[in-house]
């Protein structure tokens, strides 16, 4: 069991790295069991989080100051130089003689005892390097922003050709930022005002949203989950862009409302606090685990109108056919929109990629079939590529000429002609898309 911070970070990058596991759900786990305290809990978190945001940059220094190329060293000697070099140069309240010798001390728990003097030597490198580091890639930009930032060369290529050099590195340099935490009031309990007094007679360090209006970034909140404006409902967390996906949707009081795909049930809360809780939402997942956490939710939340149905968004309910005036197809996808929050997705097989459209694709054809005449259907993604995206939404309107764009404004983002690609660096949302439809009555 991991003994503190530096054990539990090492921990989950090894978890990641043999399980292929989140990291988000190791540290959770891990962190638990070794019962860290707030304040080493967020250093474990920062660690971790770290290491995994600045991999290749980290692995190139070591490249530089190593006999051994990193991808060569054993798993548990690699995590142990790149926790090293992060605190190094990463974390100035970390004395460079506190984090060489931490980090020898870890690499000699671990059993690797052979490996400290290399340890020692590398990071001891680091420290004397730190004024002149190794010059990254100049050949070409695309292998700088690679290891600068950390992303995947191919990642970097296509983002590149989507919007070119200037923007790509703003994204790239926005994910590997620390993200405030977005909330959203329950107006169903509170106004914002309300909540902002609330909040800051917590201690919570508050900024109201520019242009998204009952939205707040939070930080200092330490576990949110243990805030009483949180507990009791007054408040969710969600980022601006899921929230702007429920606006597109038009949702209205005594609407009949189908989220197909609404795990964790987000944009189903914020479908009910549109419509003041009147109305019927059906909220679907293919998870009966999934279903809870919807349940959950909106009974925190003080939320009557959500009702939950085990369902696979692929498989058509004859009896929801024709009855639905808004269906929400908020579809699996590979998420490379919320990299900032979750940045290990970065370093996923990019190759099941492909075969997302396709599914996304049937979710959508079928999600169609319940929409009323008269009635509208919108399609979201968490990710910027465009073949998840448009590509997706303009081959389903050549197959179904009854559907047909439909313009919508959003706060902060403008009139749009039926749908938009929220882009980090331009509106400091997470990457998303959102297209509305309207079936012709």
Request: glycine share 8%.
């Amino acid at each position: 069991m991991p003994r503190d911070a530096r054990d539990a970070a090492l921990e989950a990058l090894l978890q990641m790295e043999r399980k292929g596991a989140w990291s988000d759900g190791s540290l959770k786990r891990i962190t638990a069991q070794a019962g860290l305290d707030g304040r080493d809990a967020a250093l474990c978190t920062r660690l971790t989080y770290g290491v995994v945001q600045n991999r290749t940059l980290l692995d190139y220094y070591i490249d530089s100051w190593c006999s051994q190329r990193a991808v060569r060293l054993e798993l548990v000697v690699a995590g142990v130089l790149r926790l090293g070099i992060y605190q190094i140069l990463f974390m100035d309240k970390v004395p460079d003689r506190a984090a060489v010798h931490e980090t020898v001390e870890l690499v000699k728990r671990r059993g690797k005892t052979r490996a400290a003097g290399m340890v020692n030597a590398v990071l001891r490198k680091c420290v004397a390097s730190k004024n002149a580091l190794p010059p990254l890639p100049q050949k070409d930009t695309a292998a700088r922003l690679t290891v600068q930032y950390s992303h995947p060369r191919w990642l970097v290529e296509r983002l590149t050709a989507l919007v070119g050099e200037q923007e790509t590195e703003a994204f790239l340099r926005l994910d590997n930022k620390p993200v405030p935490t977005a909330i959203q009031t329950n107006t169903l309990k509170t106004t914002p005002d309300a909540l902002a007094e609330e909040l800051r007679a917590a201690g919570i360090e508050l900024r109201v949203h520019p242009w998204l209006e009952g939205c707040f970034e939070v930080t200092g909140t330490g576990d949110l989950e243990r805030l009483p404006a949180f507990a009791e409902g007054r408040c969710t967390v969600q980022d601006a862009a899921a929230r702007l996906t429920a606006m597109v949707t038009g949702a209205r009081k005594g609407d009949r409302v189908l989220d197909v795909c609404a795990a964790p049930g987000g944009k189903s809360f914020a479908m009910a606090m549109q419509m003041e809780d009147q109305g019927e939402i059906r909220s679907c997942d293919i998870h009966p685990h999934k279903l809870k956490l919807i349940e959950s939710g909106a009974a925190r939340l003080g939320i009557t109108s959500v009702r939950t149905a085990l369902a696979d968004g692929r498989e058509r309910h004859a009896a929801w056919a024709g009855q639905a005036d808004v269906v929400l197809a908020d579809v699996p996808c590979s998420g490379l929109g919320i990299i900032r929050k979750k940045p290990d997705i970065r370093w996923k097989d990019p190759a099941p990629l492909a075969q997302l459209p396709p599914l996304q694709a049937a979710i959508l054809d079928n999600a169609a079939g319940y929409v009323r005449p008269g009635g509208v259907l919108v399609y979201s993604t968490c990710t910027v590529l465009p073949e998840e995206n448009g590509g997706v939404t303009e081959a389903f309107l050549r197959a179904h000429p009854e559907f047909t764009k439909e313009e919508f404004t959003l706060p902060g983002v403008g009139t749009w002609g039926g749908d938009v690609t929220l882009w980090p660096q331009r509106y400091g949302t997470d990457g998303f898309y959102i297209c509305r439809m309207r079936r012709r009555g």
